[in-house]
């Protein structure tokens, strides 16, 4: 019982001698177990160090599997969750480059079947590519990550539109947003150019189909008459290359089709079938 005592009272007084020291006990406990400020401060600086290295390689890992449509579900949720954890001004390079290689593996070819599954996930990282970016651009009057996030990400939404739609009012919807995005775009503009011919080319797909013709012909005649909004190279010789075809196409005699099927396939029955000009 004396020890503890005499335990006690040599503790009490160690406190004592702090106190008189003017040091208190939380900050010896946190030299102990910390180090100096100085030591600290390298550490941190070593934590900030590895971290942008994580990001890096973490971005590079997710690429991997982003355009894989059987491991695409997971590899957004990864990403949209690093994006708003990790992205800041000083490492948004990395996010930025790997979401232009898959806007641009979209842009190739928007109507194959695996575009049309990764569309939709491709939505919700623009989505979160745009939140960050204002965000960013709040914290910091000074900075600004100038990419069209929130415009790929509207074409994006337009594009699952049109695989979905099946009929003249669903289909249309979609067209006359994007016919409102053409005629409020500046001139020149190459960042915005890029998502809307995507779209423009997911409309000219459907121009077979009876439900979409109209509005096909009318987002083309639209996207014509602004022609010189367009970027020059790809995007405006897109824009005559359709107008060409259409005009070919509107050359062509109503009903010369069918009188070409009449002659070739004799045995078509001539009243049986005038309605809708099958061959039998």
Not at 57 to 67: D, L, P, Q
């Amino acid at each position: 019982m004396k020890r503890e005592n005499e335990g006690s009272v040599d503790s009490s007084e160690d406190k004592k001698k702090i106190k008189s020291v003017g040091v208190k006990e939380g900050d010896v406990k946190n030299e102990l177990c910390h180090g100096s400020e100085d030591e600290v401060d390298g550490e941190r600086g070593a934590m900030s160090e590895r971290k942008k290295v994580d990001v890096q390689n973490a971005v590079e890992k997710i690429g991997k599997f982003i355009k894989n449509p059987k491991k695409i579900s997971k590899a957004t949720e990864l990403l949209v969750n690093l994006i708003n954890a990790e992205m800041t001004f000083e490492n948004h390079q990395p996010f930025v480059s790997l979401f232009e290689e898959c806007a641009d593996s979209i842009f190739d070819d928007p109507i194959s079947e695996d575009s049309k599954n990764i569309v939709p996930h491709f939505a919700k990282i623009s989505a979160a590519l745009a939140d960050k970016t204002i965000d960013l651009s709040k914290s910091s009057e000074n900075k600004e990550i100038k990419f069209p996030f929130a415009i790929w990400k509207s074409c994006f939404d337009l594009c699952t539109d049109l695989f979905r739609s099946d009929d003249s009012f669903s289909f249309s919807k979609p067209c006359t947003m994007l016919k409102e995005m053409i005629r409020s775009m500046e001139n020149d503009r190459a960042d915005v150019s890029r998502p809307i011919i995507m779209v423009i080319k997911v409309i000219y797909s459907r121009k077979s189909y009876a439900y979409a013709k109209s509005s096909v012909e009318s987002t083309l005649k639209i996207a014509r008459d602004h022609r010189l909004i367009f970027s020059e190279g790809p995007c405006r010789e897109q824009i005559d290359e359709w107008t060409t075809l259409m005009t070919k196409e509107a050359a062509v005699p109503v009903g010369y089709k069918e009188r070409t099927i009449r002659v070739v396939n004799s045995t078509a029955h001539p009243l049986l079938n005038r309605a809708n000009q099958n061959m039998r």
